[in-house]
């Protein structure tokens, strides 16, 4: 019988875990809904404000033999010291989003380490806080709650921090890590260097046909500003982009979950029949042995 209640007390337990997990995975749909199409919103920004950079810095080009005489596009061969800012969630529950993109910094570290490079580490989300506080690695950032509600205006007051170490000569390069939504079922570590800015993404070299205008002493102006925007997008757009990618492994972890513990009710619900079964059996037998011994 004590067998009996803890099958009983198991399958009331995993029941229970069902429905929460079925309840986090409804929510994680009704978010993912909203960020996913911020995120497209975003995207489209994103993609016009790299347009209008890229005819810029074109013509800066064009107008000087040397390329673009600009801090934020001075490319070092050989840093000596990297900035590198990651974004993890706040909250765990969604598979190996996390992981991913903790993985992914680790690698990159080794990888300018081994170049003799001093990496110096910014957190954005708990989860990636916490792994690195538990390794005892130093960061420079701690930033909690921004990845679970991203805010322009805090996400530009990050990164502009960040930008301004490599403007002082702090650091010569950035790099930007998330873990980024492809589709419903599918997540992406993207790793973007964000300063000096990339000029292999601009196309420099493509034949502009651009009706747009900038005179010679307000470039260098108009490129300083547009560089700002553009690296406070990203930072923004990234945010956002890494958020849909947690819903999106979320929903997917959760329904997972509920789907075995549907399986482990049913194991259970067997395995319990069958003690029963035996109970009565046993209950029988000592039953029909009692009458018999009376005769």
């Known amino acids: 019988m004590a067998n009996l209640k803890e099958i009983k007390r198991k399958i009331g337990s995993v029941k229970n875990t069902q429905k929460t997990t079925n309840a986090m995975k409804l929510v994680s749909s009704a978010k993912f809904k909203r960020t996913e199409e911020l995120a497209k919103k975003s995207r489209v920004y994103a993609g016009k404000l790299t347009e209008l ?43 190996g989003f996390n992981f991913q993109t903790i993985k992914r910094t680790n690698q990159l570290i080794s990888e300018y ?42 996400a530009a007051e990050l990164i502009s921090e960040v930008a301004e170490s490599y403007v002082n000569g702090e650091t010569d390069k950035i790099i930007l890590i998330h873990n980024g939504y492809i589709n419903m079922i599918t997540q992406e570590i993207r790793v973007d260097q964000i300063l000096p800015v990339d000029t292999s993404k601009l196309e420099l070299n493509s034949a502009s046909t651009s009706e747009l205008e900038v005179e010679p002493d307000d470039d260098d102006t108009l490129l300083d500003a547009l560089v700002k925007r553009y690296i406070e997008y990203t ?15 979320r929903m997917q972890a959760m329904d997972a979950a509920t789907t075995n513990a549907k399986e482990m009710v049913k194991e259970l619900t ?5 003690a029963r079964q035996e109970a009565i059996t046993t209950e029988l037998i000592e039953i029909i042995s009692g009458m018999e011994s009376m005769k």
């Open 270 to 274: 067997v395995k319990y029949n069958k």
């Open 53 to 95: 950079l890229n005819e810029i810095a074109q013509k800066m080009q064009q107008s000087n033999a040397e390329g673009i005489d600009n801090i934020y596009f001075r490319n070092v061969e050989n840093p000596k010291k990297v900035d590198i800012v990651f974004i993890t969630a706040d909250k765990g529950l969604c598979g």
């Open 113 to 154: 380490q081994a170049q003799d490079v001093k990496v110096r580490l910014r957190a954005v989300g708990r989860k990636g806080i916490d792994y690195f506080k538990f390794n005892n690695v130093e960061l420079m950032n701690e930033v909690i709650g921004l990845s679970a509600a991203p805010e322009f205006k805090q």
């Open 235 to 249: 930072m923004y757009y990234s945010l956002i982009d890494s958020l849909a990618a947690e819903h999106s492994a």
